[in-house]
């Protein structure tokens, strides 16, 4: 028989109403038995643990690195693992979880935009989808997915796109990979699973900020930044990686000063790459790393990685392992020699 690990970490799928706001109150067994009245799973066995009880707004990386090591020990004696989660920062933790995890057994996040005891609750299906999804053989082997309104995401590229609607989260460009409903559990595409960064046994990471590029954004941000002694910061651009003149001068000062720099978009789908004199063309030139298609937050989360595990002010090294994990997760492309010249040299 298939045995299944369920972690219930709290979120509106294990909140009820109260009178001062919805409130996590509902445990991991009484999860499962609500998602066993959507979908019975015979032949598969569920053992239900309760590792925290918070909204996910509230969690930090210290939380979600006990909850990898949580992880890592069900996976020791478990076929698959579910996390029911909050969606405010599953793509985070999600993420996060997945720079720690190496082995084919299968770990799928889900969560609701309905609390338990609404009328019409998304909780109990997204929760019977993610375990029907961990107890097939085609999970195996895909490394950390989201399950979500019938469908199955892959974790790299994954965001909430919706605030409220049931459908609240995508992987622009990249799945779903696969569908759970009426007519079963099926593989739509190959996943790439997203390899291991962060060692065994880290308990907290480096400080990383993510300064955001809106009209006449100026240094400030960077500077303040700078003053609580962040490691690296990472860049939400604009559009396919541009930032103001001041802010772009303030990227070429981080960089020169050892402190890496990363860019991603505030647009919600497509690749950062430096194309723009005065903008990317410029923090390109100076080794400002482009993250494809990462969210601000999940490159945050992967800088933070990388750097506990760099010595710090070693610039070149932490530029490697960032571009050597986007390759590898198919991010960002490797050195492409067809690829027409950003730059005439000449000029
Ligand atoms: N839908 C949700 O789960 C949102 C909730 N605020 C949380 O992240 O815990």
């Known amino acids: 028989m298939a045995h299944l ?4 970490t709290g979120g509106t799928i294990a909140t009820r109403a109260t009178g ?6 509902v445990g991991a067994a009484e999860l499962l038995r609500a998602a066993d009245a959507v979908w019975p799973r015979p032949g598969v066995r569920v053992e239900p643990h309760d590792v925290a009880g918070r909204a996910s ?28 989660h909050g969606t405010d920062t599953l793509e985070e933790s999600a993420f996060l979880v997945s720079l720690t995890h190496s082995s084919p057994v299968p770990v799928v996040f889900t969560g609701a935009q309905r609390p338990f005891d609404d009328p019409a609750p998304d909780g109990p299906r997204n929760l019977a989808a993610a375990l029907r999804w961990a107890a097939s053989p085609q999970s195996r082997g895909t490394g950390v997915t989201l399950a979500f309104a019938d469908q199955i995401l892959p974790v790299v590229g994954a965001r909430k796109t919706h605030t409220l609607a049931l459908r609240a989260f ?18 739509l595409a190959t996943v790439r699973p997203a390899p291991p960064l962060l060692a065994p046994g880290v308990r907290d990471l480096p400080r990383v900020e993510i300064v955001g590029q809106y009209l006449g954004a100026d240094a400030a941000a960077f500077t303040d930044a700078r003053s609580r002694g962040v490691r690296g ?3 939400a651009a604009f559009g396919s990686g541009n930032t103001t003149p001041e802010a772009t001068r303030a990227c070429l000062r981080l960089l020169s000063d050892g402190v890496p720099v990363v860019v991603t978009s505030r647009v919600g789908e497509g690749p950062v790459v430096g194309l723009y004199a005065g903008g990317g063309a410029d923090l390109a030139a100076a080794g400002a790393v482009f993250a494809g298609d990462l969210s601000p937050w999940q490159a945050r989360l992967l800088l933070a990685c990388v750097l506990a595990g760099t010595t710090p002010g070693d610039l070149d090294a932490v530029r490697d392992r960032c571009l050597d994990w986007l390759r590898e997760t198919g991010t960002v492309s490797s050195p492409d020699p067809t690829s027409p010249p950003r730059k005439d040299p000449t000029r």
Do not use: K
């Open 57 to 84: 707004f509230a969690a930090r990386p210290t939380d979600v690195l006990d909850l990898a090591g949580r992880i890592a020990s069900a996976v020791a004696v478990a076929e698959g693992v579910v996390v029911a």
């Open 170 to 187: 995508a992987a622009p460009g990249r799945g779903p990979v696969g569908q759970v409903d009426e007519a079963g559990v099926r593989a």
């Open 5 to 8: 690990v369920l972690l219930g």
């Open 233 to 235: 910061v990472v860049v």
């Open 20 to 25: 001062e706001g919805r409130a996590v109150q």
